[in-house]
């Protein structure tokens, strides 16, 4: 039975807990957080865990088979770095490190010492991920010529990284999963409205080799919840409302085909509409079966879904909006 050490009791943290919690196939050694309260917390909810200010407790504890990183940003590459030296199988919320050059030495650390380093992206595990991803890949939408996402809500304000960092990040890692392709350029504007010095509101826009193009719109200061994405295609058009408990995708028989004009001064559109049809999904939590194929992946030797070379390319198209935002916009290319 693997022995895993879960460093970061965050929110994210916190639920990749108690999924590890519930899973037989594994135990978990401690936690830790630098966050007195957060462990307050681990301790009132799981009193059988052990829990210390010390993360080296865990990085350098040889009876620890694998970690989990969800600590902030600035801390993951150290941490990191540290745990793959020391022969741990790694598990990364979300990002591998703060910058792009840190992430590619990690990827390269690990497969030189063969250890398992894993990002969640639990949208990519999710029922609705893996049925759009189907729905794609079986040419039912036709040629994608856009998608369009909204991701916001009232919070949760971090200081260690902007909300592109934050939010953006899932429909990156989205994106390049359905379309099995990563944007070629990126431009976006933001603001830092409630926390100064820290953008909290942004306009993504990209495109991809295929011609596809996406925008992503993201806030921590928006009235309500949403997560919607749109998927526009040739043959149909698709919603993803992640926010409702039921139906959460449906496929639209919908479209607009322009007649082949007889004169100049001909030209005409034909809307059509058809069918509004939900697939069937399946129901279980997207971090369940993260962290199943997490312990898969580590007891038979195999590379992640989502391992750390896709991490990579998250950060790369993170890092060129960073450089679109300080220059005002400007369309970056993704390097």
């Not at 193009?213 to 009235?223: E, F, G, V």
């Not at 295609?233 to 082949?260: A, C, H, P, Q, W």
């Amino acid at each position: 039975m693997f022995k895993i050490g879960v460093i970061g009791c965050n929110y994210w943290g916190r639920n990749l807990l108690r999924n590890f919690v519930e899973n037989t196939d594994c135990q978990i050694a401690a936690c830790s957080d630098s966050r007195a309260s957060n462990l307050k917390y681990i301790k009132e909810r799981y009193p059988f865990i052990r829990t210390t200010l010390e993360p080296s407790e865990l990085v350098d504890n040889s009876a620890v088979d694998a970690l989990v990183i969800a600590s902030d940003i600035s801390t993951r590459y150290g941490l990191a770095r540290q745990a793959i030296l020391n022969g741990k199988h790694l598990l990364l919320d979300k990002l591998i490190a703060s910058t792009s050059q840190e992430a590619e030495e990690l990827v390269e650390l690990a497969q030189a010492k063969g250890n398992i380093l894993m990002i969640t992206s639990p949208l990519e595990y999710s029922p609705p991920g893996i049925k759009i991803k189907e729905i794609i890949d079986e040419g039912k939408l036709g040629k994608i010529y856009y998608i369009a996402s909204s991701r916001i809500n009232l919070g949760i304000y971090r200081q260690d990284i902007n909300v592109i960092w934050d939010l953006a990040s899932h429909d990156i890692s989205l994106y390049i999963y359905w379309l099995n392709a990563e944007p070629i350029r990126v431009w976006a504007t933001g603001k830092a409205v409630g926390y100064k010095g820290n953008c909290d509101t942004a306009i993504i826009n990209m495109e991809f080799t295929s011609g596809t193009m996406a925008n992503i719109q993201i806030s921590w200061l928006a009235p309500t919840k949403l997560r919607m994405t749109i998927l526009s295609g040739s043959r149909k058009m698709l919603i993803f409302d992640d926010t409702k408990s039921g139906e959460k995708i449906k496929i639209y028989d919908r479209g607009v085909t322009l007649k082949n004009p007889r004169d100049f001064g001909e030209f005409q559109l034909t809307y059509r509409e058809g069918d509004v049809v939900s697939p069937k999904l399946d129901t279980y939590e997207p971090l369940s079966k993260v962290v199943q194929h997490f312990l898969e992946c580590i007891r038979r030797g195999e590379r992640p879904r989502t391992d750390g070379t896709k991490g990579i390319k998250a950060i790369k198209v993170l890092e060129a909006i960073d450089r679109s935002l300080k220059n005002n916009g400007r369309m970056e290319e993704v390097k």
